[in-house]
């Protein structure tokens, strides 16, 4: 079982930015698939950003194409920038202990571990 832990939520202004952290304590993610999702009050929980091999294969939703990034090694990080009203959700890291395609990242269901969310407010 891997545990998986988020932090560097809060509350931002609309622009602004955050930068949220994955880790598994007593190990390293460099060898699964990491995906972050979310989900906003009354939305079902959606895809961000996902990534493999060190962001050798990575693919991102279009909503935040061009503000938010994935990157790391043994931990991975949310930078999210030019924060919206929109963007406000809890967000989830999730890691996958199996090889998963590119186009499988955003499928939540490939993902075996879970976090427990750190929420992210964007006042407009």
């Known amino acids: 079982q891997v545990q998986l832990v988020e932090s560097g939520g809060g509350l931002v202004q609309a622009g602004g930015s955050l930068r949220l952290s994955c880790v598994a304590p007593g190990r390293s993610l460099s060898g699964y698939a990491v995906g972050w999702f979310r989900q906003a009050p009354g939305k079902q929980r959606e895809f961000v950003v996902g990534?493999?091999?060190?962001?050798w294969r990575w693919t991102i939703a279009d909503s935040v194409k061009g503000r938010f990034d994935i990157s790391g090694h043994k931990a991975v990080s949310l930078q999210m920038n030019s924060l919206k009203p929109d963007d406000t959700a809890v967000y989830y890291c999730a890691a996958a202990n199996r090889a998963i395609l590119t186009d499988e990242m955003t499928d939540e269901r490939r993902y075996d571990y879970w976090g427990q969310g750190t929420q992210v407010r964007v006042s407009s």
């Open positions: 990534m493999a091999g060190a962001r």
